[in-house]
């Protein structure tokens, strides 16, 4: 059992160039999320799914874009990489129900850190 | 909106006790998470609270106020390796908002 794979763990990338930050999940769960962390700062929502075909923005969608064509997979998109984007990376899945079976808690991806220069 | 506060760091002596306080102000609220996170690791669940009061898992306990938007987390007979920040979040409308995260530096 994986749980949340993310791909790839580093990454640098000039200015204007494009890139897809990969991530998969093993667990059936229908909720998906990728999350920013710039240093010292909390976890900042990008976008997310409540499942296949399904994607909503949140706080920082901002020159990123996302798909969710199966229930495994959620890539996120970076189209024309600017040095704001330069963050590590967190891919994050639930499932929802009753909080006492352990629904709603949020199982998170290594994380994928991203320079921009 | 989402507001969440949560001091920025705190410094405890190995085997004391410390409280971690997280207020918040959410457009709505179906339960708060308690996430700790190492340094360049993911965050890892600690503790969630969906009604008031106290829940209590070995060292670690939260406490939780919905007509206060309080909450707190208490990390007792600290242990070296407890230092690392912890991320007090409000999970409503399907998603998960997190403070700026509480530092917690534990000396010897």
């Known amino acids: 059992n994986a749980g949340v794979t993310q791909t790839p763990k580093f990454r640098i990338l000039k200015i204007g160039q494009s890139m897809t930050l990969q991530c998969t999940q093993d667990?059936?769960?229908?909720?998906m999320y990728w999350y920013r962390q710039d240093p010292g700062m909390g976890l900042k929502l990008i976008y997310y799914?409540?499942?296949?075909?399904?994607?909503d923005k949140g706080e920082v969608p901002n020159g990123y874009n996302v798909s969710r064509s199966t229930t495994e997979d959620f890539p996120l998109r970076l189209e024309l990489a600017a040095p704001s984007q330069t963050s590590v990376y967190f891919c994050?899945?639930?499932?929802?129900?009753?909080?006492?079976?352990?629904?709603?808690?949020?199982?998170f991806g290594a994380g994928s850190r991203l320079t921009v220069l | 909106g989402q507001n969440i506060d949560q001091p920025t760091e705190m410094t405890a002596t190995e085997g004391a006790i410390v409280q971690i306080n997280c207020t918040y102000q959410?457009?709505?609220?179906?339960?708060l998470f308690w996430y700790q996170q190492h340094a360049g690791e993911a965050p890892t669940f600690l503790s969630y609270?969906?009604?008031?009061g106290l829940e209590e898992k070995g060292r670690f306990s939260s406490f939780l106020s919905r007509s206060k938007g309080y909450s707190y987390l208490l990390l007792k007979e600290l242990q070296m390796k407890d230092s690392a920040s912890y991320l007090c979040?409000?999970?409503?409308?399907?998603?998960?908002?997190f403070g700026a995260g509480t530092t917690v530096t534990v000396r010897a």
């Open positions: 994050a899945s639930t499932r929802p129900g009753d909080e006492t079976s352990g629904a709603n808690v949020l199982t």
């Open positions: 667990m059936n769960h229908n909720y």
């Open positions: 799914s409540v499942g296949a075909g399904i994607t």
């Open positions: 959410t457009s709505g609220f179906n339960g």
């Open positions: 609270n969906v009604l008031d």
């Open positions: 979040a409000v999970f409503n409308d399907y998603k998960l908002s």
